[in-house]
C-alpha cells in the first residue's frame, strides 16, 4: 500500500508562531515512515504559505491525503484555516470550524460550558475603548485574573493584585483582542486532562501543574523550564474522577473531535473543580502536556500521532457520507 501523504502545517500569524514550530519538529520527528510521509508547509508570521497554499477547492490538492494542523492561536485555532480544510475536501486532525471558534472564544466557550450546566470561574466581558476597572472589583474584588478573549499559550494574561495593576492588565490584553475576560482569582491547583476520540472520547489521568511563579504564565511554560508536572495530581480520588468525567463533558459541549486538552482550576478552600478552557490544538512540544498525559496512560507518541491521524480519516469519512443538496 502507498503511504499515507500527512501535511504537517505550521507555523503561522499568532503570536504562538515559535511554539507551533516547535510543536511540528515534535510531530515530524514521531510520525510513523512507515506508514506515512510527511509533507511539511510553513506559513511565514506575515501569512506567506511554503512550500505552496492548500487550494480551497476539492480534488485540487493531489500531494496531500490528510493535513494535520499545527498552528495555535488566532488562525490555525480559531476555525479559519479549518474552513479551508472543509473547502478543500481534506480529512485534517482536530476539531471542526465551529468546535475551534467556539473554543477559541473564551467568553462563547463559558457561555457553552454554563448551558451545559459545567462550572466555570465567575468572570467579566470588557471591550478595548470602555475599560473599567472599578466595574471588574465591585464584581470579584482583588485579585483578579485579565485575559484576551481570543489567544492562547498565556499570552497577553496577567493576574492584577490592585486597581494600578488592573488597568494595567486590561490595557495590554486589549493589545492582542477588543475583547478582554476578566475572572476571579481562584487560589488552589491548576490542572490539565488530555481527551481523545470523536464520537466516544476518552480522558487521560490529569496533571498538576506547579508554577515557578505565581501563575503558569507564558515565560513559564516555555522559556524558564523551571514549572514541574505531577501525574497523578496529588489530590482525592475521587476528584480526579471529577476532573476526568467533567473534561468528557466539556469536549462533547464544544463538539470537539480528535484531540483537546481541558485546563482545571481546584480551588484549595473548597475543594470545587472549574473547567478553566479548551485547547482544541494543545502543544506537542518536548515539554507540552497533552502528550505526556497519553504516554502515562500507556500511549506513546508516534502510537498518539497515528491514532489523531486516523481519527482524523474517520470523521471525514463520515462527513462524506453527508448529502449537501436535496
Known amino acids: 500500500m502507498s503511504k499515507l501523504r500527512v501535511a504537517i502545517v505550521h507555523g503561522g500569524r499568532s503570536g504562538e508562531h515559535e511554539i507551533s514550530i516547535r510543536s511540528a519538529r515534535a510531530i515530524l520527528e514521531h510520525l510513523n515512515p512507515e506508514r506515512f510521509e510527511a509533507v511539511p ?16 477547492e476539492p480534488g485540487a490538492n493531489e500531494g496531500i491525503d490528510v493535513v494535520f494542523p499545527v498552528l495555535h492561536g488566532t488562525f490555525g485555532e480559531d476555525g479559519t ?3 479551508l480544510f472543509e473547502m478543500a475536501g481534506l480529512p485534517y486532525v482536530g476539531a471542526g470550524v465551529f468546535s ?3 473554543s477559541m472564544d473564551k467568553e462563547h466557550f463559558k457561555r457553552l460550558c454554563v448551558e451545559r450546566g459545567l462550572p466555570i470561574v465567575g468572570y467579566q466581558v470588557q471591550f478595548a475603548g470602555a475599560l473599567d476597572p472599578d466595574k471588574a472589583i465591585n464584581a470579584f474584588g482583588l485579585p483578579l485574573f485579565v485575559k484576551p478573549a481570543n489567544l492562547g499559550s498565556s499570552v497577553g494574561i496577567a493576574k492584577a493584585h490592585d486597581r494600578h495593576e488592573l488597568l494595567a492588565a486590561l490595557n495590554d490584553a486589549a493589545r492582542y483582542d477588543s475583547k478582554v475576560i476578566v475572572e476571579r482569582a481562584i487560589i488552589g491547583h491548576e490542572l490539565e486532562c488530555a481527551v481523545l476520540g470523536n464520537a466516544h472520547p476518552l480522558a487521560s489521568t490529569p496533571c498538576e501543574i506547579l508554577p515557578s511563579k505565581e501563575f503558569y504564565d507564558y515565560e513559564d511554560k516555555y522559556l524558564l523550564d523551571k514549572a514541574r508536572t505531577i501525574i497523578p495530581p496529588n489530590l482525592p480520588e475521587e476528584t ?23 485546563d482545571f482550576l481546584v480551588e484549595k478552600a473548597t475543594g470545587k473543580v472549574y473547567i478553566n478552557e479548551i485547547n482544541t490544538i494543545p502543544g506537542f ?20 500521532v497515528e491514532k489523531l491521524i486516523d481519527l482524523a480519516l474517520e470523521r471525514h469519512a463520515q462527513r462524506q457520507s453527508l448529502r449537501f443538496e436535496l
Not at 41 to 56: A, M, S, V, Y
Not at 285 to 304: C, D, N, Q, R
Open 41 to 56: 508547509i510553513f506559513i511565514t508570521k506575515e501569512g506567506r504559505w511554503q512550500p505552496r497554499p492548500i487550494l480551497p
Open 81 to 83: 484555516i479549518q474552513g
Open 100 to 102: 475551534s471558534s467556539a
Open 240 to 262: 480526579i474522577t471529577e476532573v476526568k468525567r467533567l473534561a468528557v463533558e466539556c469536549f462533547k459541549a464544544v463538539e470537539c473531535s480528535g484531540m483537546g486538552r481541558v
Open 285 to 304: 512540544t518536548s515539554i507540552s502536556m497533552y502528550p505526556k498525559m497519553w504516554e502515562h496512560a500507556g500511549v506513546p507518541f508516534a502510537s498518539l
